[in-house]
Each structure stands twice: as C-alpha cells, then as structure tokens.
C-alpha cells in the first residue's frame, strides 16, 4: 500500500514503514569505523537499523592530521553518512545527540525523543584526555573531529602570520615554535607534516620571516617513539623525523603549559603554538549503562563485546576496552572497531537463525605510520618495511581504506600533486576574526 | 650584504629591504580580483608592493555558490594569496585588517601600525545591503565569503536533517521549502543548484520525506530574471529553472522576512531557509577617503580611477563606481575588477617613466550565468548562447579563470564526476552544534 503525502502529494514509503516495524529494532549510536561496519554487517538482515550520529558525515580519522596540516580539505575525508548506507533500505539515520540510555526499557534517549531498540550497539568513540590537567586543553587542543582539524591548522598558519609582522625576535621566535605532545603514531605524523609544511610549502612564501626555521619539537614520555611498533621501526622514525629537523624529547613527561609554552622535564619550551596528541578519554558509554569502566572510562566488555549483566547490549571501538583472546587490551585503532562492528552484526544475524557465535577474536594484519613525504614504517605481522617502501605500502593502504571511491581518487591526485611540487592545497584560515592582528579573537574563535 | 636572524642564524633578506626601501610605495588593500590584478601587473616595476587583505586567501567569488549548495569545497576556489605573489620579490603581504585611511598623511590604518604609502588602490569589494532592513539579515543571509557559504551549507543540509525527523506535515513543509531571492546571477544560480541538490543528490538519502518534493522559490522585483542579459537569454533561464522545479515569482518586491517565511507581493510563503542574493553594500572605502560616494556607498570616481582630489588614490572593483565611455556606470563583476587593477598598475608603471596613460576604457567580452547542470546562457557582444553549448562554455571559462591550476583540474575533475553520477561532493555539517536537534544553535552558529 503508497501512502500520499499530504503536503507535496508525493508517494511516501508507509508500505515500507509497516514492515520494518514488525522487525527486530537494531539501534546504533556512532558512525566511525566501528558503527558504520556494524550497519554494514546487517544491511540484508531481516531487522530495522537506525544509526545515530551527532555528525552527518563519517570520518576517516586516521588522516586528520593532514587536515590539520593543510595537506587535505575537510570533505577529502569525510563522507555523508547517508549516502554511505543510501542503497540499505532497512536502514535510517538520525542527525542528533544522544544523552543516555535507558537498558531497563531498552530505550536510547535523545534531546527530544527516545528511540526503543531490542538490541543496542554503542560505538561513540573517544575525546582526548589531559590526564587530571583539564586547563590544558585551552593552550594545547586535541585533534578529533573536523572542527578540531580546521582550528589547529587556523592556529599553525595563524601562527606564520603573526611571526611575520612581529618585530620582537624573542616573540618572533616563539610563534615559530610548535610543540607537539605525544609520540604515538597522531603526533608522529603531525610532527612530521607541520615539519614539511614549514620547510616546503611555506619556505618561500615569507618576506621577514624564514618558516624553514621553524622549531617543531616532539614530546614524549615514554623513552621511545610509537611504542606499539619494533624497536627498529621507532628509531627508524626517529632518524627520519629528525632528518626533517625535529626536536625530539624522550624520557620526559610534560609538566605544565600555558599559553606562551611548555615545561618538559625541567626545561622550559618557549611557544605559542601546542599540539595535544597524548591521552584519550572514552566517550560516556559505560556511565550510560552503569557498566564498570577502565581508567581511560572506557566500557569493559566480554568475549562477546558485552558490559557485563546486558544480553542485548555491545559497546564496541574506542569506548570498550576488550582483550585478545591471550588477555592482552586491544589497541584503540580501526581495524579492531572495524572487527568488532562486523563481529556484532554476525552475531546479531546468527541469533536471529537461532546460531550461536563463538566469542571475538581480533585478527591482526599490522600496523602502519608515516613520517612524511617518502618516509613510513609497517609492521606486518613481523615484516618490517621503512622508509619509500614504507610510504608507497601507507599510501596505497590509507587510499584503499578511505571511503568512498571519489575520495580514494581526490586523495590520490593531492598526493601525487603535493609529491610532485611540495604545495599544500588546503592552506586557508577561516572563521570570522582570522586575521594576523586580532590573534586573541581567532584563538577565541579556533577553541 | 646578507643578515642573519639572531634568534635562528639564517640570513635573512636584509638587502633586498635596505633596497626596496628606497622604492616608491604601492600599498594595495584587498586581494579580490581588483587587487589582485594590480598587484600581478606591478610584479615587474621597480616600486615596494605591500598588498593587505583581511583573509589569508583570494576567493573565486562566481563559484561561492557551489560552496553553499554543497558542490564545491572550499579549498577548492580559495588560493593563499602568499602562494600567488610568491615569485613577485618586491611584494609584501600583510593579514590584517585596515581601519582608515589617513590620505594627507598618506598612511594607510590598520589596528596595530601603520603603513606608508606613495600610491594606494584600494579594492576592498562590497557586502550585501538589505535596502534599509537590517534586521533581515538573521534570516536570510548572504554570500560573500567562505564561511557565508559554509554557513549556508549548513542551513540547507540541516532543514533536510530536521524535516526527516519532522512528524508535523505542516512544519516539514516549511523546513522543505527554500526561498531565494534575488533574481541577477547569483540568485538564479543558486536557485538552479539548490533544486539538483534535492532532486538529484539527496533524492535517495532519506526515509520519511522526499527531497525532491522540496520547494524552491525564487523572488525577483524586476519584472524578468536577469536584467543585464539580452530579453531571449533571461527567457531560457527562466524555462530552464521551470524545468529544474523552480517556483518563479517576478515583479513582485519583499516586504517582509522572519524566522518561518516571507511576504512577497502580498503573498506569504512559509519557508525556514531563504537567502539573500539581492543588494550589495560597498565597503567603507570612500567613508575612509571622504570622498563622494552613490546609494550603495561605492566611491565615485573619475576616468582615471581616482577619487575626486586626490592624486595618488585609485578605488577599483566592487567598491567603486566607475562610468564607460558611453557615460552608464560600469556594472560589479569579475571582468571589470580585473581590467581597473591591470589599468591601475600600468599607469603606475608608465607614470614612473614619465608616460601619460589614457582613461580607463572596459572592454565587454561577454557575460554567462548557469542554470544548474546543462543549461546556461551567455552573450558574447551580441553572440548568444544557451542550453548545453552555453553550460560547456561556461565550464570552460569558469575552469579557465580560477586562479591556480591544482584547484583548475581538482574543479574540472569534480565536475566531470558530478556531471556522471548527479553526486555533491561537500556535503558536510560543521560546527560545534551540528545536529539536527538542536537546530536554535546551529543557526546561532550559522550566523
């Protein structure tokens, strides 16, 4: 049976409508890596999806830092969540913000409404975390989300324009200055791009300044670089990020900041501009559910991605903590959300079939980070590969992986062309104060 | 002799200042068009250039448009103006934003210093006038810049977002229904993206309404759409936008905008998305010089460019009112921008050598505006073209004109796509509230 619209006369899908609800409700909250396979994984299932986000785009986290260093455009890594399940007719999405969830009455309440579900997949990811420091977070941001993205790079070119009118060399000095905190694989490749935006594209756009001798310093507490990686694969990344002429500082935990630098390990660092790419904080999802948390608040789940007493509930990527099957934690990466999205949807189809699922196991195909132009190290399952080899192997896996075929090829010609010439095609400040002498209204605008 | 920067040790171009100081001073204010131009054809001529522009980039204004209706990036018509002056050694560029003009002093204001000048042009462009009724502005901005056009996006994509959880028909009628007015260029473009953005893009995206049942209205006071195109051409456009689903209403003024519609003719038209493609307003550039001004604020000035007493003082583009030789005031679009920049800098050029130059005298190649995919007209001094033949032209030209070959073939390519799949390539939600629940502050964002 076509129903009419009474507004427009047009078709509406009632007939459609009428049978989804006769179908299981399958709620999910967060469209990242983990959400997005979830829905995927039940796109032919006899159920009723709807997918909630707070965004209307997914986004390819994983190379955000290069938003935020000029070398992508927002929508080279971002893609409307409804048209990534357009052709799933058993799926609809919600644009709105989800403020708890109701597991007695199976309920996920939004500002303005709830929605019922029979099973419920949570998959809202993280924020990051200042460790207790919570008044950082104004003098060194985070790097999370699109917003995050075009604030910081407002603040990195921000920063060239200011130095360039600034008469005072000591001032001067410290806008070209950049501290980035945390030696995992974000601040790694983000110490390695502001590096090569400094020194290439930007090297001979100055008059009274030299960006080539920008200071870009790497901080880490941990007494190597990407401690998830071969030992010879972080030196490796170290040699190459100081071959771009980073400073890098091991061993030494970050003690202050405020808005004119950094003191690490005793010494102080003189800059305006500091990059967060340390900790991470979980999404509210084990406080949504009165589930126990670990300290990151992450949700703990088990064998089966369940916080435990929750039948019909999976808490899955970066706001679970789940473990291998030898007990270790997974890594907070794509692939295990990708994984355990995928896990979830088999599992919800299998009991529908009245099958059981055996318990989650991650599958681990390796590890990548790159260290700018020409230089990456990969980890696959104990094959090493560094340097161009490295950087050819994380081009081509970052452009298979990025969603959306137009994208991968968008993605593709940036890189070649930023190969071939060193420019960085995104080098805009926006926002409604973003200029050299209004600098406290642009940061006010960029928090 | 070479300096060296204390704070770094690398030389810095201390002589190539020591000898641009002796130079005669151009300051230029304003990278658009006009500014731009001027200071391209000074990039030869033995004078200190310093071009000041409140942006970090130039903006290809006629595709703004795209932006907004989702079909353009933004990094994709913006170029850093530091990138576009690179090879020219006698230009400085400031980012900053210029407050007076101090014309017997010959200084130019800016916040925090002050800029000498021997000659200045000032290409400060225009923004949108609302004929007396400001207080419309909150519900029907304009588009003039990027985060204008962002603003917009936003807007158009979230009444989407909102009608799809809207359970009043009435309501969902007026979240779906988009008026536009303004019937010259801009207006008809936008009308004629924002109808494809619905009927083709968006048309499978969502469950409970039918894009492509969306309204969209297009309000003109003058009696055709078009007035600076021959009676034909506006004809076509105006069959072309009928086809596309465009409501036209013509000969009939606004009289009133709120939150939830407009009243035009008499008639009120419920709608909670309009835009404003109607008025300009120019800059303040002939408030700074006290120099006589039209209406819409634009400095009058003489045959040379200059307003009236003042010797060394050029006011060019969208900021000025200029008249041809056949005395009708020169109309504000990129062509004339262009040629009163080039005519600006060889007279500058010619006057340090001692050669007179004739008054400025534009040369019409034509005008073209675009009614969506597949249609536009043009009028090349008499030629006409339309249809399919005039949308490849305008393609062509459009390609051709935007500055920066990467953004040329990043453009061209995006097109080529769209063209094939009737896919939009930006069609993100940005800012800190959006979602479709909480639509008080997104729009408080967006404005």
Request: glycine content about 10%; overall charge neutral; aromatic content about 6%.
């Given at each position: 049976m076509t129903d009419f619209d009474p507004t427009c006369g047009c078709p509406i899908e009632a007939a459609r409508r009428e049978d989804l609800s006769s179908l299981p409700k399958v709620v999910i909250i967060g469209a990242g890596f983990a959400g997005l396979s979830a829905a995927h994984g039940l796109a032919r299932a006899r159920v009723h999806v709807t997918l909630i986000d707070r965004r209307n785009h997914h986004l390819f986290?994983?190379?955000?830092y290069q938003v935020a260093t000029a070398g992508l455009a927002p929508t080279q890594i971002a893609t409307p969540i409804r048209a990534l399940v357009?052709?799933?007719?058993?799926t609809d999405v919600i644009l709105g913000e989800v403020v708890g969830v109701d597991a007695q009455r199976q309920l996920v309440m939004m500002e303005d409404r709830s929605i019922a579900y029979d099973h419920l997949i949570i998959a809202t990811g993280a924020r990051h975390s200042y460790f207790g420091h919570g008044e950082w977070e104004a003098h060194a941001p985070g790097l999370k989300t699109l917003e995050d993205a075009t604030a910081q790079r407002n603040r990195i070119l921000l920063a060239f324009e200011r130095a360039e009118l600034e008469p005072d060399p000591i001032e001067r000095a410290r806008l070209t200055t950049f501290v980035v905190i945390g030696g995992g694989p974000t601040g790694v490749e983000t110490a390695g791009a502001i590096a090569e935006l400094a020194k290439k594209a930007l090297a001979r756009d100055y008059r009274m300044i030299n960006p080539g001798c920008a200071r870009i310093v790497l901080v880490e507490a941990?007494?190597?670089?990407?401690?998830?990686?071969?030992e010879t694969l972080s030196d490796h990344a170290r040699c190459a990020l100081e071959r771009l002429g980073v400073e890098i500082h091991l061993g030494q935990a970050v003690t202050a900041i405020d808005d004119a630098g950094v003191t690490v390990g005793g010494e102080r660092i003189e800059a305006r501009c500091v990059i967060w790419a340390a900790g991470v904080q979980s999404s509210p999802a084990a406080k949504w559910l009165n589930a126990p948390a670990d300290r990151a608040g992450r949700c703990v789940v088990d064998g089966l991605l369940?916080?435990?007493?929750?039948?019909n509930v999976y808490v899955i990527g970066d706001c679970a903590t789940a473990r291998s099957a030898q007990g270790s934690p997974l890594p907070g990466v794509a692939p295990v959300a990708k994984q355990q999205g995928a896990y979830v949807a088999r599992r919800i189809v299998n009991a529908l079939r009245g099958e059981e699922t055996p318990a989650f196991s991650y599958v681990d195909y390796g590890s990548m980070a790159t260290v700018g132009r020409k230089a990456a190290i990969a980890d696959f399952r104990g094959t090493h590969m560094k340097g161009f080899t490295g950087w050819l192997v994380w081009s081509a896996a970052h452009i298979y992986f990025l969603i959306g075929f137009r994208n991968r090829i968008a993605v593709a010609l940036d890189w070649l062309w930023s190969y071939l010439t060193?420019?960085?095609?995104?080098r805009l400040i926006t926002g409604?104060?973003?200029t050299a002498d209004a600098p406290a209204a642009a940061e006010r605008e960029a928090a």
């Amino acid at each position: 049976m076509t129903d009419f619209d009474p507004t427009c006369g047009c078709p509406i899908e009632a007939a459609r409508r009428e049978d989804l609800s006769s179908l299981p409700k399958v709620v999910i909250i967060g469209a990242g890596f983990a959400g997005l396979s979830a829905a995927h994984g039940l796109a032919r299932a006899r159920v009723h999806v709807t997918l909630i986000d707070r965004r209307n785009h997914h986004l390819f986290q994983p190379l955000l830092y290069q938003v935020a260093t000029a070398g992508l455009a927002p929508t080279q890594i971002a893609t409307p969540i409804r048209a990534l399940v357009r052709h799933q007719r058993n799926t609809d999405v919600i644009l709105g913000e989800v403020v708890g969830v109701d597991a007695q009455r199976q309920l996920v309440m939004m500002e303005d409404r709830s929605i019922a579900y029979d099973h419920l997949i949570i998959a809202t990811g993280a924020r990051h975390s200042y460790f207790g420091h919570g008044e950082w977070e104004a003098h060194a941001p985070g790097l999370k989300t699109l917003e995050d993205a075009t604030a910081q790079r407002n603040r990195i070119l921000l920063a060239f324009e200011r130095a360039e009118l600034e008469p005072d060399p000591i001032e001067r000095a410290r806008l070209t200055t950049f501290v980035v905190i945390g030696g995992g694989p974000t601040g790694v490749e983000t110490a390695g791009a502001i590096a090569e935006l400094a020194k290439k594209a930007l090297a001979r756009d100055y008059r009274m300044i030299n960006p080539g001798c920008a200071r870009i310093v790497l901080v880490e507490a941990a007494p190597r670089l990407l401690g998830a990686f071969a030992e010879t694969l972080s030196d490796h990344a170290r040699c190459a990020l100081e071959r771009l002429g980073v400073e890098i500082h091991l061993g030494q935990a970050v003690t202050a900041i405020d808005d004119a630098g950094v003191t690490v390990g005793g010494e102080r660092i003189e800059a305006r501009c500091v990059i967060w790419a340390a900790g991470v904080q979980s999404s509210p999802a084990a406080k949504w559910l009165n589930a126990p948390a670990d300290r990151a608040g992450r949700c703990v789940v088990d064998g089966l991605l369940r916080p435990s007493g929750l039948e019909n509930v999976y808490v899955i990527g970066d706001c679970a903590t789940a473990r291998s099957a030898q007990g270790s934690p997974l890594p907070g990466v794509a692939p295990v959300a990708k994984q355990q999205g995928a896990y979830v949807a088999r599992r919800i189809v299998n009991a529908l079939r009245g099958e059981e699922t055996p318990a989650f196991s991650y599958v681990d195909y390796g590890s990548m980070a790159t260290v700018g132009r020409k230089a990456a190290i990969a980890d696959f399952r104990g094959t090493h590969m560094k340097g161009f080899t490295g950087w050819l192997v994380w081009s081509a896996a970052h452009i298979y992986f990025l969603i959306g075929f137009r994208n991968r090829i968008a993605v593709a010609l940036d890189w070649l062309w930023s190969y071939l010439t060193y420019e960085r095609g995104a080098r805009l400040i926006t926002g409604h104060h973003a200029t050299a002498d209004a600098p406290a209204a642009a940061e006010r605008e960029a928090a």
